[in-house]
């Protein structure tokens, strides 16, 4: 094969991803001097970088938006006490291992710890990446015997991990399993890969991923650079196929805290046919503290996108909480806002606090 043939083709960019610190200094030679910090954090939390995606860093710095997000940086061990592995509380709702639910009507299906990409702000990093698995037949039968006895459950969301680094042999399993639940109306899937390696989305895939239909594909562009040529062609086989897209993007320091970027961001998904569904308020997970944006300014920024932009280019700005779900951000669920702490009212009038970020 050629190089550029390997390139286009998914399954050598995954085995090529940049998985250690010599590999990373071999593609970035300037980052010579930062490599203890690099070393350590990589060693705490998996990094892995498709050739593909590291071609969009333009260089090779923490000011830069791509490299941010994907390289690791010694600031990703500092983190305050209101920290947590497992800040929504989500192994608490595992009925089954796979499985969590924490509504009533949805169930998340964990389908695969594997990712094409180990993205520094990932709020799953108690799961991702330190052991490259996906989720053992017996523990999917289960699953689908565990559905099938729940018929109040119409809305299975297929997560990770990213379930589309699964093969199409391992898709076809799991869909099958799940769609062959008759009370199961929905199913979604939520993944990077068009982002991160949208080679992935080949005409074989769209082809599998549409006799499972209804199903919806959300994904997760958080800077307009990634928005490249290949990822909006494969965001076109997606929509060309009728899946109906959704964003969900995570407002992060030094990506795309400014309205200006995420109006780029918005405008662009929209013009290819994907509804961005939610701005999500960074989690409070282990790691993250320096991505972390003040909820003041978080609705600042959705002011002034509301000014410039349709409501269809508008996501919903929430925080995901563990005791009352995602709540939308606005002033008519602020309760107080001080400098380090807001309270939120959930829907049932539980009145919950979020540390705001550490020293801004
Ligand atoms: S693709 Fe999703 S699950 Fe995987 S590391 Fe990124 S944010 Fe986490």
């Known amino acids: 094969m050629n190089a550029t043939y390997n390139h286009r083709d ?50 090779a710095d923490a000011r830069d938006p791509i490299f941010r997000l994907a390289v690791p940086q010694a600031v990703e061990l500092c983190d305050p006490p209101h920290l947590a592995a497992d800040p929504l509380g989500e192994e608490k709702h595992t009925p089954l291992p796979g499985l969590i639910r924490r509504y009533g009507d949805r169930a998340l299906v964990l389908a695969t710890n594997t990712c094409a990409m180990y993205c520094r702000h990932c709020d799953r990093k108690r799961l991702t990446g330190a052991r490259e698995t996906a989720l053992p037949p017996m523990a999917l039968e289960r699953i689908a015997s565990y559905l099938r006895i729940h018929p109040e459950i119409h809305d299975v969301i297929i997560s990770g991990g990213d379930p589309l680094t699964l093969s199409e042999l391992a898709l076809e399993r799991l869909l099958t399993a799940i769609r062959s639940v ?28 549409r006799r499972f239909q209804p199903l919806w594909i959300n994904t997760q562009f958080n800077h307009p650079r990634e928005l490249t040529s290949e990822a909006c062609a494969a965001l ?96 008519a669920t602020i309760v107080s806002a ?3 702490k807001i309270v939120l009212r959930g829907p049932r009038g539980q009145l919950i606090a979020y540390p705001e970020p550490v020293g801004r």
């Open 338 to 340: 001080a400098t380090k």
């Open 182 to 209: 008759p009370s199961v109306e929905i199913i979604r899937i939520g993944t990077r890969m068009p982002v991160t390696l949208p080679q992935r989305i080949t005409p074989a895939l769209v082809k599998l991923l």
């Open 10 to 59: 998914w399954r050598w960019q995954m085995r090529h991803r940049i998985r250690s610190v010599a590999e990373l200094q071999q593609r970035f030679p300037g980052l010579r001097s930062k490599m203890a910090g690099i070393a350590e954090e990589a060693a705490h939390f998996a990094m892995a970088i498709p050739p593909y995606y590291a071609a969009l860093i333009q260089r």
């Open 236 to 331: 076109a086989r997606l929509a060309d196929a009728g899946f109906p897209l959704g964003n969900q993007s995570v407002l992060l320091r030094g990506v795309n805290d400014s309205a200006k970027i995420l109006e780029e961001l918005l405008r662009g998904l929209v013009r290819h046919r994907v509804r961005p569904y939610y701005l999500f308020q960074c989690e409070l997970v282990r790691g993250v503290e320096h991505f972390r944006v003040p909820v003041r300014r978080g609705l600042k920024i959705m002011a002034q996108l509301r000014r410039r932009l349709s409501s269809l280019a508008i996501p919903t700005y929430v925080l995901d909480t563990p005791t009352a779900g995602k709540i939308p951000l606005s002033a």
